[in-house]
């Protein structure tokens, strides 16, 4: 069902068929994605194994609110995941003690530094997880050059010039673009991630927030929170050693899965792969929110 709350935030809700309150699941997901492509297809997944899902679109993105459009706003998509945790727990379908957070690909890292810090999360899963944090980021760039060129571009902003833009995804080769890449495009740019709410569109200083914000720092945090990583062993975008790191700095309980993935889109949408990775989730999850209260 579509539901609507927080900041003008929508989503769907995702209640199977039973008796007492459920277990449930919060979603959050790729850069740039709406709530019809990867998180709406695990939560209907996770549905289907007898969690209560909620899949939404963040603040800025698709059919919620706030401005500008199409923006990556890293404190707002945790304020996102607080509202969508006290919408859940206010649900008479759901089990209030019961609730874990599950990110796929730039989610899994808002999702496991959100559960780090919120101690109404019970666990957490990251799925093809992108696990940023500037000390990475900065390797390979003149990373002041960098923030010094999107300061230019939010100077602007602040005293009344338009919002800048650029593509999400392009074609390899058709130039300044959010997402390079065949991969990227190969979901988004074609029927694969359709969805009427989705724009080929984010702020340029949207790269700003993906290079400086630090959402590995909750994999030093989340304990005695368990934690589950499933991840590609082939993975150009979200590395594998960026999971690796993160397993590494996560106390026990923990569990690492590696799928034989060679794309990071692989686990978006491509069996046999979300298929594994639903099921290791829900086994984890059933696992570890256990019994309704």
């Known amino acids: 069902m579509r539901v609507e709350f927080g900041d003008g935030l929508v989503g769907e809700l995702r209640v199977p068929e039973g008796d007492g309150a459920l277990a449930a699941l919060v979603f959050t997901g790729p ?3 709406v709530r019809q492509q990867v998180t709406g297809l695990y939560a209907e997944r996770l549905a289907g194994h007898g969690f209560a899902t909620l899949a939404f679109d963040h603040r800025n993105w698709g059919e919620s609110a706030g401005e500008p459009r199409c923006h990556e706003d890293p404190q707002g998509k945790l304020r996102d995941l607080r509202q969508a945790v006290s919408f859940l727990r206010s ?14 690909c ?3 890292g808002y999702a496991l530094k959100f559960a780090a810090f919120d101690p109404r999360v019970r ?29 230019s571009v939010l100077e602007q902003q602040d005293l009344g010039g338009p919002v800048e833009y650029l ?6 080769g058709s130039g300044d673009v959010a997402m390079p890449g065949e991969e990227p495009y190969a979901y988004y740019g074609t029927a694969r991630g359709a969805s009427a709410t989705w724009r080929n569109e984010v702020t340029r200083a949207s790269i700003r927030e993906l290079i400086t914000v630090d959402n590995m720092m ?18 150009a975008y ?28 692989d686990l978006y949408d491509r069996e046999p792969y979300v298929t594994q990775a639903v099921e290791a989730t829900a086994d984890f999850m059933r696992e570890n929110l256990g019994n309704p209260s």
């Not at 649900?91 to 796929?104: C, K, S, T």
């Not at 997880?129 to 050059?145: E, F, H, I, L, W």
């Not at 909750?218 to 993975?235: E, M, N, Q, R, T």
């Open 238 to 265: 979200c590395s594998p050693e960026g999971a690796e790191e993160a397993y590494r700095r996560l106390d026990q309980p923990k569990r690492l899965l590696w799928l034989d993935a060679k794309q990071h889109v």
């Open 167 to 172: 593509p999400a995804v392009a074609a390899p």
């Open 31 to 33: 850069f740039t994605g």
């Open 91 to 104: 649900r008479p379908e759901v089990d209030r003690d019961r609730i874990g957070a599950v990110g796929i």
């Open 123 to 151: 666990a957490f899963a990251g799925i093809a997880g992108a696990y940023n944090n500037p000390y990475t980021m900065r390797s390979g760039m003149d990373y002041q050059a960098v923030l010094g060129d999107f300061a």
């Open 218 to 235: 909750g994999a030093d945090f989340l304990s005695p929170k368990p934690a589950l990583i499933v991840h590609g062993v082939v993975d």
């Open 106 to 108: 730039l989610g899994a």
